[in-house]
């Protein structure tokens, strides 16, 4: 199937005849107007730290120019070693972590290599402006499944697909070993419709209308039905970059279909707000600041579905009631022996306002502490190694600790 489809691609993409190009070569157009086009075209586009950089991979450009194509992957290997509290995995969740008498000490090994991705983006010209396509998967779904991590439509001020929420900021999260970062460092992919506006001096602006969070905790006790989401989600941000200071506002409207117990439906409105920074001091020195609140947000959060419940049923009344959520993180980043190293630490917190009916190993407050290093000693190849240590407290007090030493490997081509 994805053979056909990359097939039908080609064809549609390409009709004019093709060309073939690699990266560090002298005799093509990579470093002339290939990879202007490409790059000034998805210029736009977030960057996660952890994604491969854009000037890796194979290209393809049709013989009039109108068309580029560029196939990229990336070999990727996470292993870890819990020393207690977690069981694997390639997240830090903390709202896992055991706690009280089902605290666990037991040494676990992990090793996987689902992480790995490939990639492919088509570009062309037409007569309405750049227009990309872009679609991205790795093995790392449930069981190991392939799934889609990107897939999307790019023109000048459109974006139409899955990509990165707008309520969040990629660009100024730490680099980590962990998959996914501090607790409250928002890295969903959503599927959505996005208007953006690029203007000067250094002012970005984002809005999109987006799949609504809907994570609802119901008492087994308790039969409803099930219920379809009747509005979308509505996000909006605005950033500003200087030279050594960027700082970025992001708001979301997050609204909720609920079925009452009477069966009729309805509607709760979650809002949330978040504000980010990034001062870079010299050329080799960055801090990195995120501070996160909200009310019906829970699952835009880097935390499992268990924990993060947008809606939770009061089973006194019968009524359904917004969760409320805080955190944020702070992290330092230094690269030494000319950039060939940099290194991180990342400090984060998330806490959940309690209220007398929920249940008292409901997860409360975590904290998260990161010091990792990464090795950048060729082309494409990079080298981490991590110690992460969490922390978690329910709403009874009780409370349980986690440490981890992982490592990762990657070779982006």
Not at 75 to 80: A, C, Q
Not at 241 to 268: D, H, Q, Y
């Amino acid at each position: 199937m994805y053979r056909l489809i990359t097939l039908i691609l080609l064809m549609v993409t390409f009709p004019t005849g093709l060309s073939f190009g690699q990266r560090d070569t002298k005799i093509d157009s990579l470093k002339t107007k290939l990879k202007k086009a490409l790059v000034d075209t998805m210029r736009t586009k977030d960057q996660h730290p952890q994604d491969s950089p854009e000037n890796t991979g194979f290209f393809i450009e049709s013989k009039d120019g109108k068309s580029k194509l560029r196939i990229y992957g990336s070999v990727r290997l996470f292993g870890s070693n819990d020393f207690g509290g977690l069981s694997g995995g390639t997240g830090f969740t903390l709202s896992e972590i055991p706690t009280g008498t089902s605290a666990k000490s037991e040494n676990t090994f992990f090793l996987t290599a689902n992480i790995s991705r490939v990639g492919l983006e088509a570009a062309r010209k037409l007569f309405l402006g750049d227009v990309l396509v872009k679609v991205e998967s790795d093995f790392n779904g449930n069981g190991s499944q392939f799934r889609i991590r990107h897939a999307y439509g790019q023109s000048k001020y459109l974006i139409i697909g899955q990509t990165w929420t707008g309520f969040s900021d990629i660009e100024t999260l730490p680099a980590t070993v962990d998959l996914d970062g501090p607790p409250t460092a928002v890295s969903l992919r959503t599927v959505q419709i996005k208007y953006f506006l690029d203007f000067k001096p250094g002012w970005r602006f984002r809005a999109s209308l987006e799949v609504p969070g809907s994570e609802v905790n119901i008492p087994d006790s308790v039969a409803v039905e099930p219920v379809s989401q009747q509005y979308p989600a509505l996000t909006g941000n605005i950033k500003k970059n200087w030279k050594e200071f960027e700082i970025k506002f992001a708001g979301i409207i997050n609204p909720i279909s609920v079925r009452n117990i009477s069966g009729e439906r309805a509607s709760l409105l979650g809002l949330g707000s978040l504000v980010s920074a990034k001062v870079k001091f010299g050329s080799s020195t960055s801090l990195m600041l995120q501070g996160l609140i909200g009310r019906g947000i829970a699952s835009f959060l880097n935390v499992s579905d268990n924990a993060a419940f947008d809606v939770i049923l009061n089973p006194l009344d019968g009524k359904y009631q917004l969760t409320s959520t805080a955190g944020g993180f702070v992290a330092v980043s230094q690269k030494i022996a000319k950039n060939l190293i940099d290194i991180d630490l990342v400090y984060g917190i998330v806490q959940f306002k309690m209220q007398e009916y929920f249940a008292g190993s409901t997860f409360r407050i975590g904290q998260y502490v990161a010091v990792n290093g990464f090795l950048k000693a060729a082309a494409g190849f990079r080298l981490g190694l991590e110690y992460t240590y969490g922390y978690k407290r329910t709403k009874d007090d009780q409370h349980g600790t986690a440490n981890r030493l992982s490592f990762t490997f990657y070779y982006d081509f």
